[in-house]
Nanobody, 124 residues
Framework: QVQLVESGGGLVQAGGSLRLSCAASGRTLSMLDMGWFRQAPGKQREFVAGIRGSGSRIYVVDSVKGRFTISRDNAKSTVYLQMNSLKSEDTAVYYC?????????????????WGQGTQVTVSS
């Protein structure tokens, strides 16, 4: 069993930055692919970014390319999502997810474990 705890959300003005963290426990992080998803009110959950267990491959959705960066520190069992140049449309609950190495990518159904989510609100 893997436990995921997100932190770092909050209220920020448009153009600002936030860094989300996802602390994992219960399994060696390097054995897991990790992803960030978000869900805005009234919308379906969508993929934001993913990273392979080794960090060798990264996936980022087009809408956040150049603004968001996913990274991981396996020694600290933590995955990060650095969000810069935030826009009002980035407002959502952000979820961290973990899945078997080499499988998930952007596919939410392929992730086995999910955090409770952290709210990001961008004011314009």
């Amino acid at each position: 069993q893997v436990q995921l705890v997100e932190s770092g959300g909050g209220l920020v003005q448009a153009g600002g930055s936030l860094r989300l963290s996802c602390a994992a426990s219960g399994r060696t992080l390097s054995m897991l692919d990790m992803g960030w998803f978000r869900q805005a009110p009234g919308k379906q959950r969508e993929f934001v970014a993913g990273i392979r267990g080794s960090g060798s491959r990264i996936y980022v959705v087009d809408s956040v390319k150049g603004r968001f960066t996913i990274s991981r520190d396996n020694a600290k069992s933590t995955v990060y999502l650095q969000m810069n140049s935030l826009k009002s449309e980035d407002t959502a609950v952000y979820y961290c997810a973990a899945g078997p190495m080499g499988v998930p990518g952007s596919r939410s159904w392929a992730y086995d474990y999910w955090g409770q989510g952290t709210q990001v609100t961008v004011s314009s």
